[in-house]
């Protein structure tokens, strides 16, 4: 029987590649609309996978993450490793694999690819960017490094659609003849490294574990990969290793820098007179731009006045379109109200719980697209790398680096696009920080909850100028608070010891307006699926703890009581007693011990557990329990008049204003604090894990109770004195 050719059957192609070689833009322009988003199995790492098409024959493309090795020191290259040995659950080795190389960078880039090479797969080498390369002055012969590695070499321009066809029919060549890149040979210190390896192994029973896995856990020296290889236990696993790199060091040979040294020598060989590069390095562009761009004095100016724009477009351009969304969503559910009107259940329902929580989701859209679109900017225009080389200094003491920087400052607008854009991070431990941090950034959600505060017991008593002040230090109050959190997870619990941050600056370009309407479109599609699914499940819940049980006879032992009330205050008394004995208040009652030394009574303390959906839940919650309607904002007299008229009705305090000054305060810095957004859980959720992002609401809540507690004391204790 004939063996199948490509032509005949369904390829699965892996597509690999350095960060900022452009892979995600061939990627885009192979695939098109065909994509699918998820996770691989058991890890929280991005799987993007998509459908190829050419010439009658279908390929699943799958998109590996970026990575500069296969030493699997960090989630994303274990991923990518798994896939390419088809030890990764539920995938199989890929047929062929696309290497993507910036053709300006091409032997530092080959690099991950002759690691590649070792596993046996058929290979492509696809040169990206080679326009920028040609007029930099290098010139790559593909013909003769082709014939070099033995595997096919393209010349492709993924922005401008130059060498797909090309591509296409080099996948098809290296499928049909199993075509190999030339591997690195190893001197006979390594190759008897290994052997030993294999012989230990043997010894446990397991002879599944290849000699190139064995030669990948003696480069990377990872104990644990040893262990899961051949059976070992940890400890075992490094004693091991560590004679293993004794019969290495006994050749003369380093064992951390032996692949790296005899890989590029094998390299250089490979590449010689095949990519040659001008004699002398003019004053480009890049090196201009640099100059200015990456200036200790100007650089972080210019960054940071560019960070400024970002971040009012998020603050502020999205304003009228969010305004819009919020406004839709109400004429809704202002028509739909009325012909529900004979089911109230199902009017509150729809209305109350499925509505507000699709309003809920959807009102983020305008800050995720334009966040999305600036970020696409600046990473293709290369911009981004400069930014967070400038950063770096800032953050690196805590456990951070550049890149958390657009994360943090974009979640002063909403956490929830600055989780986002923490997507730009490679570094998973360094991403994660960033994630459980950026929610402590003062999201534009707090402003009503200072407004109420600040308008109603501060202005009044202190004004203006103090009522300013107040407004801006409350802005402040989660980023003092983040760099120290962000060290202690760190250092007590990612247990990450100081790395330098190294990144590859990537030539300045123009991007390409289609990559970046994809990127948000993909972005914005993904936040709606996943995420709205999830908030608006939690927005139904809350909804229902706070409808259910209503009594029939509530309204009329409200008329009775009420005789001379016009029907809208019998309205608004009604809602406030429903919610009085509401399943919601019934754990706030329950639950008010708990937040009495911050001076909260059980009323704020349902308002606390309503705003769980988000945090301006409060102000409507307010309204209904107070009497003051539940279509208040933060500027209604009404509400401001029935907060400060609330006493305590029994009790040591019986008589007492519930809200006073350090009431006041202790509420806000509780919502500086907390994390009161199921938007925000939902997406730290899906960027992270469950368990993460339960780990960030439980502690923020237990920073945001502590930081209300001493506000209160101290608040009291200043004013008796």
Not at 146 to 156: D, H, K
Not at 314 to 322: L, Q
Not at 627 to 645: C, I, K, M, N
Request: glycine share 8%.
């Amino acid at each position: 029987m004939s063996r199948e050719t490509s032509t005949q059957r369904h390829l699965h192609v892996a597509l690999m590649g350095n960060p900022n070689t452009g892979k995600t833009t061939l990627f885009n322009r192979l695939t098109g609309a065909r994509q699918r988003i998820g996770n691989y199995p058991g890890v929280t790492v991005e799987r993007k996978s998509g459908s190829w098409q050419y010439g009658g024959r279908r390929v699943t493309l799958v998109d590996l993450p970026g990575a500069y090795s296969l030493a699997a020191s960090s989630p994303d290259e274990r991923v990518a490793l798994d896939f390419l040995t088809g030890r990764l659950a539920g995938e199989k080795p890929p047929d062929v694999v696309i290497c993507v190389t910036d053709a300006s960078n091409v032997i530092r880039n080959l690099f991950l690819a002759s690691q590649a090479a070792d596993l046996g797969l058929p290979m492509v080498i696809a040169l990206n960017m080679s326009d920028t390369a040609e007029r930099a002055g290098i010139r790559i012969n593909t013909r003769l490094l082709s014939q070099r590695l033995g595997i096919p070499v393209v010349r492709v321009v993924a922005t401008k659609g130059e060498g797909i066809e090309e591509l296409e029919a080099a996948v098809n060549e290296a499928a049909d003849n199993h075509a190999t890149m030339a591997r690195t040979p190893w001197p006979e210190s390594v190759e008897t490294a290994v052997a030993f390896l294999a012989a230990e192994c043997e010894k446990k029973g397991n002879r599944a574990a290849g000699l190139q896995d064995l030669q990948r856990a003696l480069f990377d020296r990872d104990g644990g990969a040893l262990a899961r290889l051949g059976g070992f236990a940890r400890e075992d696993a490094e004693t091991l290793l560590a004679k293993a790199a004794e019969i290495i060091e006994a050749d003369g040979l380093h064992p951390v820098s032996v692949e790296a040294l005899l890989r590029y020598e094998h390299i250089g060989h490979l590449t010689e007179d095949a990519v040659t590069f001008p004699e002398k390095h003019g004053d480009t562009l890049s090196l201009r731009l640099d100059a200015v761009l990456t200036h200790r004095v100007w650089g972080p100016v210019i960054f940071v006045a560019m960070m400024l724009v970002v971040f009012q477009s998020i603050y502020s351009w999205a304003g009228p379109f969010m305004d819009a969304i919020e406004a839709g969503v109400a004429w809704i559910g202002d028509t739909a109200g009325p012909v529900l009107a004979p089911w109230p259940t199902l009017q509150s329902l729809l209305v109350d719980g499925v509505l507000a929580g699709v309003g809920s989701v959807i009102v983020f859209l305008p800050q995720i697209l334009i966040l999305f679109f600036f970020i696409a900017l600046l990473e293709d225009t290369g911009y981004m790398a400069r930014g967070a080389f400038l950063m770096d200094k800032i953050f690196g003491w805590c456990g951070l680096n550049g890149k958390s920087f657009v994360p943090m400052l974009s979640s002063f607008a909403c956490a929830v696009p600055g989780i986002l854009a923490a997507r730009t991070i490679e570094d998973p431990k360094a991403r994660l920080t960033t994630i459980l941090i950026s929610p402590l950034m003062s999201c534009s959600a707090r402003l009503p909850v200072y407004t109420l505060m600040i308008g109603a017991f501060i202005e009044p008593a202190y004004g203006a100028t103090v009522a300013g002040l107040t407004l801006f230090a409350m802005h402040f109050v989660g980023l003092a608070v983040a760099a120290p959190i962000a060290w202690a997870v760190n250092k007590f619990l990612l247990r990450t010891r100081p790395l330098p941050f190294l990144m590859e600056m990537p030539a300045y370009r123009l991007p390409r307006l289609r990559d970046i309407l994809w990127r948000m479109w993909r972005r914005a599609r993904e936040f709606l699926v996943r995420a709205g699914t999830i908030i608006l499940a939690v927005a139904i819940i809350i909804w229902a703890l706070s409808y259910f049980p209503r009594p029939p006879e509530v309204r009329e032992n409200v008329k009775a009581s009420a005789p001379t009330a016009d029907a809208m205050a019998v309205d608004r008394l009604t809602d406030a007693a429903y919610i009085e004995q509401s399943y919601l208040a019934r754990i706030g009652r329950t639950l008010q011990p708990v937040f009495a030394p911050a001076g909260f009574d059980w009323k704020i303390t349902v308002g606390v557990l309503a705003s769980f959906p988000a945090r301006e839940v409060i102000i409507s919650t307010l309204g209904t329990i107070y009497g003051a309607g539940s279509d208040v904002d933060e500027e209604s007299g009404d509400l401001r008049s029935a907060l400060a008229a609330a006493r305590w009705p029994d009790g040591p305090r019986a008589g007492q204003p519930v809200f006073t000054l350090p009431v006041a305060l202790a509420i806000m810095v509780f919502f500086a604090l907390c994390l009161q957004c199921g938007a925000t859980i939902a997406v730290m959720a899906r960027e992270s894990s469950w368990g993460w992002a339960a780990f960030a609401f439980a502690y923020m809540t237990i920073l945001a109770w502590l930081g209300a507690v001493l506000t209160y004391q101290l608040g009291g204790f200043c004013l008796r004195m």
